[in-house]
């Protein structure tokens, strides 16, 4: 059964460095999402993806995130500067398209934690 | 704005005992409704959608949830509990003009006991 995948699973980083977080999302599916939890919280959208460009962000996705699909396969987050508040589970999703049944296929996440 | 509130953050039942988890949502239009379980140190995975037609929805591992429209609804229920459920609930709603992002509900970690 196809998956989503996600890399790596737990990134440790120092404060104001950059991360990238990596995404694989399944195949065919033409939506892609990024979304987080911040431990005990619950989890909370930052940006959608489709046609190359973003299509929604919510106000958490400023100007230090951004979002690449570099080679039509990677959905990539990049955090420039990290802040210790970006320690988080980060989780990317796909969806197949918008006329289906609107289900998000769901990687299994990455922690990041900022020190 | 579209928002959904998750009644208990903490439900415990015993073994075998029925499980019910509450889901109220608020939406300007017609939403699509889901409910998502999260293991410990696992991604999130669908339980159950609802999106048109019946709305009596089942799901994997026996559950199933009802969509009220007049109570603004989607609770979410197993007729038995298994050692297995324990883990975190998670509804959300999306809205078909909103591009299918997911806004979620606070969560619902649900306990069993033997």
């Not at chain 1, 100007?63 to 980060?90: C, H, W």
């Not at chain 2, 003009?97 to 509900?105: D, S, W």
Request: glycine residues 6%.
């Amino acid at each position: 059964e196809p998956e989503v995948t996600q890399t790596p699973s737990h990134q440790v980083t120092q404060m104001g460095q950059e991360v990238i977080l990596r995404c694989v999302p399944i195949s065919n599916h033409l939506y892609f999402y990024w979304y987080r939890q911040i431990l005990g919280q619950k989890v909370e959208f930052l940006v959608s993806f489709y046609n190359n460009e973003i299509s929604e962000k919510s106000e958490i996705f400023d100007d230090q995130f951004s979002v690449e699909r570099p080679d039509g396969s990677n959905f990539t987050l990049k955090i420039r500067s990290t802040k210790l508040e970006d320690s988080a589970m980060y989780f990317c999703a796909s969806m197949a398209d918008r006329g289906s049944s609107y289900e998000q296929y769901f990687g299994p996440g990455t922690r990041l934690t900022v020190t | 704005a579209q928002s959904v509130t998750q009644l208990g953050s903490h439900v415990s039942v015993s073994e075998g005992a029925l499980v019910l988890l509450r889901c109220n949502y608020s939406s300007s239009v017609p939403p699509y409704l889901f409910w998502y379980v999260q293991y410990p140190n696992q991604g999130l995975q669908l339980l159950l959608k609802y999106t048109t037609g019946a709305t009596l929805v089942k799901g994997i591992n026996g559950f199933e949830a009802e969509f009220k429209k007049s109570e603004t609804s989607f609770h979410l229920t197993k007729p038995s509990a298994h050692m297995s459920d324990a883990a975190e609930y998670f509804c959300a709603v999306s809205l078909y003009n909103q591009g299918g992002k997911l806004i979620f509900g606070q969560g619902t970690e649900l306990s069993v006991k033997p």
